[in-house]
């Protein structure tokens, strides 16, 4: 058995370029704080073996890398040693590609890319979330689980991944779709690797 | 059919006092700016009739209204309606007996209230999420969604609960069990709300 929380090694990627804006354009968002702790904590309750933050602006590499330092210095780990041992799996990279290339060298293979949108766009590779978890609990390939930011990824970023996964919905229609991607991370994590 | 996402009327609650902080001493905790955004989305996506925050301390409230203003006054609303409309539903209330009483005066009947912990302690009424779950989709008693904060609820606290559902905990034992409230709240309206 893998030392993540399935027989296939999970990776789950944040980016923050190429993401849409709310009027479309294509922009770099700027790191939260609490997308890296939550999603940290998230990454390492369902056992995924690494969490990327994808930022290519170094100002920006070097907030996430004084938020850790803090946390990961004695100050914080004796303050709160879960959140520093959350922190020990995050790592930052200026590109998607950096994040895949990274998990083929510790893998010796390429990762299967499924991506996350909260919009049915056309001319996907939709993935059900049922099949994907079956699928998580086998010895397959590697996965990586890659979720946007801002307004979400553009669909010619969306084209390129092995599968897109289905919007998160509720089961009945609330009229209402905007998760916060630390909720959607979570809930991701939990309807393929969660306990039943 | 109830306008919420399930046929019986849902409710969260989100405890700032009386939480235990990590020494086991019971505090009042601070309302975190993410903790109302993350949550009032999650429950709006998934159909929650009503977000109540709870805490005693004056100048918290004070907190969550300058907050809430914000977004609900014309900039936030006309910079982002989306999360304008997420905290219609949001409500603060000074202690957990007033989300109570305000869900009976509602609803014309007191909710089944529903608490959340991470850890298993003993002596609870636990309840599995596939009970809950077909609960849920009846159109039975209005439910009411407990969460604390901090280092979580008192085992007293926690014993006044109609019942309390299992710790989410994912498929395989990962050593650690330390999501965000943000990220527990997504997990369990998914969990008893979500598509499948």
Redesign the interface.
């Known amino acids: ?1 893998n030392p993540s ?2 027989d296939c090694s999970v990776y789950v990627a944040l980016l923050h370029h190429s993401m849409r804006d ?1 009027n479309g354009a294509v922009v770099t968002t700027a790191v939260t704080n ?1 997308d890296i ?2 999603i940290a ?2 990454s ?4 995924v073996k690494g969490y990327f933050l994808v930022n290519p602006l170094e100002e920006q590499q070097e907030v996430v890398k004084r938020i850790m330092g803090h946390w990961q210095g004695s100050g914080g780990r004796d303050y ?1 040693p ?2 520093s ?2 922190f020990e799996r995050v790592r930052i990279v200026s590109w998607f590609k950096d994040a895949v290339s990274a998990i083929e060298a510790q893998e010796g293979q390429k990762p299967e890319v499924l991506m996350t949108s909260a919009r049915r766009a056309a001319n996907m590779k939709w993935k059900s ?2 099949e994907a978890r079956e699928e998580f ?1 086998g010895s397959g390939r590697p996965k990586l689980l890659v979720f946007g930011t801002g307004w979400g990824m553009t669909d010619e970023f969306l084209r390129e991944a092995d599968a897109v996964l289905d919007p ?5 229609e ?1 009229g ?5 991607v ?6 991701a994590l ?2 393929l ?4």
Chains 1, 2 share one sequence.
Request: hydrophobic share 30%.
């Open positions: 058995m929380g399935s709310k609490l702790h939550d904590r998230s390492r309750t369902f056992g709160n879960d959140r041992e959350a979330w049922r609990s998160i919905v509720p089961q009945r609330s209402y779709n905007h998760l916060s630390r909720s959607a991370v979570a809930i939990d309807r690797l969660g306990g039943r």
